[in-house]
Structure formats: C-alpha cells, structure tokens
C-alpha cells in the first residue's frame, strides 16, 4: 500500500514558471490515494488559474488570508490543523525566505506558522538566485528545524541558463514524499527493537531534523581510491561517492559546516561544502588528518583500497608474459586512525558486506572503537548499493547492542534517516561525558 494512501497532503503552489508542473504533482499525489487541497499565492495565479487545481483535485482552492466566508469560523487555523503534511512546490526564494523569518501575512506562510505538522519544499529558482549566500542560509535554517527540502535539480532553465535551480520532476517530489512519510511510519518501529533507545529519543525518531547538528563541523569521505600500478593503470573499486556526497547536502542542510573529502568521482558538491579531492589512500589520509582537529563527527564512507603496490612503476608495464604479479603492501587505516586520536570526534564508520552483515559490522565497530557503524548487504538481487541511486541500511552502535533499520530509499532520504540517528547518538554520547 502506497504511503501516501488517504493521507491528506496541503499544496502549495508559489510564483514561479514551474506552477505548470504543480499540477501534475497534484494529479501524482491523487494516483497515490491522497486527498488533496491547494494553497495558491498571488504570485502562483499569475502563472496558473485556480480553477485548473480545483478541476484535478475536485476541492476548492484556498488563495486569500482573510476570507470573509471563512474567517467566522476561523478557516486559516482550520486548514492548518487539517493536512497530515504540508508540500510547498514550486518554493520560491521568496517563500523560503518568508519562511524562514517567520512571516504571515499571506495564507501559506501563515498555514505554515500555524501547524505542527511535517512541512517539505521543493525549490525552484534561477541558478545564481539558488546559489546565493542569502538562500542558501535560508535553507540551511529551515533544514535544522525540520523542513525537509526535495531538490532542486540540474539542468536546463526557463531562464536560458543552465545549474541547480530547478524544480524536481512531479515524480520525483511524490516519490520524495512518499519516502519521507514511510521514514516517519518505520524509523520508530525499527528503532523500537534497539534497547538502548531511550523513550525521549524514540517520541522525536520521526521528526527528520538531524537538529543537534547544527552548527557542527562534520567531515565526511566519499567515492574510492585509486593506486597506481604504473602510469596508465591503477587498481581502485565500484564506488561512486553518491551515498558520501548526499551525507554531505544533508549535513549542509542540516546546518552543519561540511567538509567533503573526495576521491576521483563525477559527481558536483554545493559551493557551500568544502570540498577536498584526491586520489589515494594516503591522499585522503592526509587531508582528514588536517581537518579532523575541528571536527566533531568523522563520517567515513569512502571505499578506501586496502592495499597499494609496493613499488610503482615509472612506466607503462608491457603486455609480455602470460602473467604478472604484483607485490602489495597495506594502506594506512584512516578510520582507525582517528578512532584512536586522544582528542577524537563522534566516529561513524561504513561496512559494506557480503554475508554475516551484523556480526562483520559489529566485529569491525568494536576492532576499531567505532560509535557507530553503517552497514549494507552489498551484492543482493535488486541491491547492487555501488553506482544505485537507492540504498537500505543497518545500523549498530555499541550501547546496548544499539541498532537501527534505515529502509530501502533514495540515497537522499537514507542520509536523511542516518544523520538522524547520528544526531540522537551523537547528543546522547555527549550527555554522558
């Protein structure tokens, strides 16, 4: 049964030439078994009539703030206690700043003061509007009180320039919110096997906010190693970095400050992440030691190479006889060796296994003094993990035999659900020292 099924999810539509698009959404989010009501600013209705939401939704559409036919028996504070969500699609940078400020003197932004239910935004904007200091604080303060942001996306703009700014797909925001109402169903029910979860931790699993870590300096690796054998060959592995690098925007939007460490990956960072590249396992070994300092969570996802050649050589190694041994040496481990720093951060670690996920995840956690560890079933029909754009994980920490089930989702959602868990662990650790 889809997540969606006879929830009742308030739209908003703002100013924007994405409006077009809402109303496929609307139409996406019915197909689900939601019920749907609209919430249209001035600016929405210079790009799309209300009566064209009315028509797909089959319930009046809400425009003005003081409405005479309403206002008797209140009707804003009415239509803001009714909605199981609030999805804002297109979110201008307007509305995202009005937002954030606390405005109300329209009927979204006021709907938005006035409930306590989950609020989700899609933005949509010009490229330079998105990127701009004042928007990107905007978000970081919506995400650490939890207002979840889908998007934007790259590509082609109405404008005629080509970034981040555009709205997601209708599909793309529905399947968002459909992860992010199933995040809120199954993370207590999951959490609830874990002993060590105390009730205040399991009343706020469902809030989606990652709150505690605002302000922190996480510093993240993502994506593989490379190890040269010679000048045109190198031994290196699957990773693609997109569960590192969409840690990395959670964190961001989160509020955190994010230091990303990348090996060689084809993948784009926000300008607001700092953002390290290098190639080997002795490359990223030296830039996290130089940052760890300030850190206070060390999320290492990196798929860092085991071993490298003992000796490089200075040339291509020709094609000649029938087989080649390579001589290895070992890399250094950079988990373990921030793990085992005097002064050391909150330390998560990744496992990605094969077989006997808990007791590999468990066994490398307690081996190198980990607080906790992410661990998936890589391999697995329908789960290949490397280059997916989804991802499920396990997660273990040492209290109690701590753990946690993050569902299968969008890599996105997944860090979402991960730094969660790392917010509530993180605080927890901290209260106890």
């Known amino acids: 049964m889809s997540a969606l099924n006879n929830k009742k999810i308030l739209l908003g539509v703002t100013g924007g030439i994405a409006a077009y698009k809402s109303a496929i959404l609307a139409r996406r989010l019915i197909d689900e ?29 809400h425009t003005d ?4 036919a309403a206002e008797a028996a209140m009707g804003h504070i009415e239509l803001a206690r009714w909605p199981d969500a609030i999805l804002i699609a ?52 919506l995400a650490a009180r939890g207002v979840r942001l889908f998007g934007p996306g790259n590509g082609l703009q109405a404008c005629g320039e080509t970034g981040s700014g555009r709205m997601l797909e209708p599909e793309e925001i529905r399947d968002h ?4 109402m199933q995040e809120s169903v199954a993370a207590p029910q999951s959490e609830s096997l874990s002993s060590s979860m105390p009730a205040s ?10 709150e505690f870590l605002g302000g922190k300096h996480i510093l993240i690796t993502a994506g593989p190693t490379r190890e040269a054998i010679d000048p045109v060959r190198y031994i290196s592995n699957h990773s693609s970095g997109k569960m590192g690098f969409a840690l990395a925007e959670a964190a961001r939007l989160a509020g955190a400050r994010v230091t990303l460490v990348a090996g060689p990956v084809n993948l784009q960072a926000d300008p607001a992440i700092k953002r390290i590249d290098v190639v ?9 030691m130089n940052e760890v300092g300030s850190a206070d969570v060390f999320i290492s996802v990196a798929a860092v190479s085991d071993y490298r050649l003992e000796q490089v050589m200075d040339q291509k190694i020709k094609k000649s006889a029938e087989q080649m041994t390579l001589s290895l040496v070992r890399n250094p481990d950079i988990l373990h060796s921030v793990s085992a720093l005097p002064k050391r951060p909150f330390v998560v670690g990744f496992a990605a296994e094969t077989e006997q996920v808990e007791a590999h995840a468990r066994g490398k956690m307690a081996r190198k003094s980990l607080d906790m560890i992410a661990a998936n079933h890589v391999g697995q029909p329908g789960n290949p993990v490397f ?47």
């Open 387 to 433: 280059g997916s754009d989804t991802n499920a994980l396990d997660v273990f920490w040492p209290a109690d035999d701590g753990h946690a089930h993050v569902p299968a989702a969008d890599k996105q959602a997944v860090a979402r659900s991960l730094l969660n868990l790392v917010s509530r662990r993180l605080q927890a650790h901290q209260n106890a020292q």
């Open 201 to 210: 931790e399991m009343a706020n699993s469902a809030n989606g906010s990652g």
């Open 65 to 68: 703030l003081l409405d005479p």
């Open 90 to 141: 297109p979110a201008s940078a307007n509305t995202l700043a009005r937002l954030t400020h606390g405005l109300a003197d329209d009927l979204l932004s006021t709907l938005c003061l006035a409930t306590d239910v989950p609020v989700h935004v899609a933005p949509a904007m010009n490229r330079l509007m998105w990127l701009n200091a004042a928007t990107q604080a905007n978000c970081q303060t």
């Open 280 to 288: 080997s396992a002795n490359d990223m070994l030296e830039a996290v």
């Open 33 to 61: 078994g939601a019920t749907v009501r609209v919430v249209m600013t001035q600016g929405a209705q210079a790009f799309i009539q209300p009566l064209t939401f009315q028509a797909l939704t089959g319930n009046p559409v």
């Open 177 to 180: 919110l459909m992860a992010a």
